[in-house]
């Protein structure tokens, strides 16, 4: 009988059909923000006025075996395997998170993306689909988030360009002289994901006019992102059993408007399954 280890055949591509979450439109959007209050708010005002609406039996195509097929240019994300960050695993420490691992990730992205030659990380956060909170501290980027249920773009190009020159000042100009592009990398950070997987919509299939600015209010800040209203066009995709070494890039903005994925933003959530 053969000894040793034995290799175990990848697991065939599952896709889902299930109920995702998008911004209603509203005729009070026309004159304020749809918005979300994550800080302490006083009595009697409002929390929220947005209204989300469930649609139900929404394909999310798995990609599983097929991952090379999806780039960042044509459809606004993509997915990789990367042994580079497997060795760290000490996320309880925000000074270790910044010290050792932000950098494997710098590394990391002037490797997979083309052209790159700045590179400069603004933010970071942790999640956990068992997490709950109520009240939000932006400022601590250590604090967990509980997964986002409804469909999103994280921020605005004005949001953006409002948080880098914050950051980078007087070089943000000289940057934008050139291509800039913002991105999202995101991978499970000690098991497979078999429950809440990142859901991604095609970024060429996402029409401008079904996404609209809203206000997310926390107590040291107010930031700008997007929600997605419902398009029968939009085409949504996973990565099955999504594992610690497989990275997905998403793609939040890109000055380059000749790229195939016409609109700049990819929409994103943590899909129930």
């Known amino acids: 009988m053969p000894t040793g280890h034995q290799a175990v055949p990848p697991s065939p591509p599952h896709n889902e059909h299930t109920s995702l979450r998008f911004l209603q439109w509203q005729d009070i959007y026309r004159t304020e923000y749809p918005f979300v209050c994550v800080a302490p708010s006083p009595s009697g005002e409002r929390h929220t006025n947005i209204v989300v609406q469930t649609h139900p039996d929404i394909e999310i195509e798995d990609v599983r075996g097929r991952e090379s097929e999806f780039t960042l240019d044509a459809n606004g994300f993509r997915y990789f395997h990367t ?28 490797q997979e993306v083309n052209n790159v ?33 409804t469909v999103h773009v994280d921020q605005t190009p004005g949001e953006l ?55 997310i209010i926390s107590q040291s800040e107010t930031r700008e992102t997007y929600y997605l209203m419902h398009h029968h066009a939009q085409k949504w995709y996973y990565l ?34």
């Not at 689909?129 to 988030?145: E, G, S």
Request: net charge neutral; glycine share 4%; charged share 30%.
């Open 161 to 215: 360009l409002r948080r880098l020159n914050k950051f980078l000042g007087p070089e943000l100009g000289t940057l934008l002289n050139g291509r800039f592009r913002v991105i999202n990398l995101w991978r499970p950070l000690y098991h497979i994901v078999t429950d809440r997987p990142l859901a991604v919509c095609d970024g060429s299939k996402v029409n401008p006019s079904d996404l609209v600015a809203g206000k």
């Open 117 to 149: 030659g700045r590179t400069f990380i603004f933010d970071w956060r942790l999640r956990r689909a068992d997490f709950a909170a109520q009240i939000v501290n932006t400022k601590d980027r250590h604090q967990y988030l509980p997964p986002s249920s």
């Open 240 to 273: 099955s059993r999504q594992k610690p070494d497989e990275m997905l890039m998403i793609k939040i903005f890109d000055s380059d408007s000749t790229v195939p994925a016409i609109f700049e933003d990819t929409p994103h959530l943590e899909n129930d399954k």
């Open 83 to 110: 042994s580079d960050l497997g060795q760290f695993l000490d996320f309880d420490s925000k000074e270790a998170i910044e010290k050792d691992f932000l950098p494997a990730i710098e590394k990391l992205v002037k």
